[in-house]
């Protein structure tokens, strides 16, 4: 698993140094072009922006290497904490007695976290069936037969 990751961590490297030698390469493009006698200052703000593309590639970069980093010492330390015997973490749904409604939670170096209690939410209603759809009204009726002759004329009428 290291050794694939050593690998994935050189192609990036690789792509991030291949990525800011192009951006920069555009930077001093577009600032050669606004030089020239044709130059507009669109180029220039290209040449100005360009750098910013590469300082991106770059602290994209640096920030992929610490979450890779944090995501490894986290599973570290899961498989420690798994080989030396931990007690399993309580049940989720069993919150303190104080607070029935509300579920907690631990997690490692975080806050605990705490769902919405079930009064705060909205109630659901159950969705209406067929049985208990209300009955149609005299003029929905009339509209609705109206509309049924009009598709039965232009079925005949398409027909001939």
């Known amino acids: 698993m290291a050794k694939t990751r050593r690998h994935n961590r050189i192609g990036l490297i690789i792509f991030v140094i291949v990525a800011v030698a192009a951006c920069l390469a555009l930077g001093y493009w577009q600032l050669s072009r606004y030089s020239s006698s044709a130059g507009t200052a669109q180029n220039l703000g290209y040449a100005l922006q360009w750098p910013l593309f590469a300082a991106f590639f770059v602290y994209a970069y640096r ?4 979450l890779e980093a944090e995501a490894a010492a ?3 330390g899961a498989e420690v904490g798994a080989v030396a015997g931990d007690p399993p973490a309580e049940d989720a749904s069993a919150g303190p007695a104080d607070t029935p409604a509300t579920t907690r939670t631990e997690h490692a170096g975080s806050a605990p976290v705490t769902e919405i209690p079930a009064h705060l939410l909205p109630r659901r209603t159950a969705p209406a069936s067929e049985a208990q759809a209300p009955a149609e009204d005299g003029a929905l009726a009339e509209y609705n037969r109206y509309l049924a002759q009009l598709r039965e004329q232009d079925q005949e009428d398409s027909g001939r």
């Open 63 to 66: 920030r992929f290497v610490r």
């Open 74 to 76: 986290e599973e570290a």
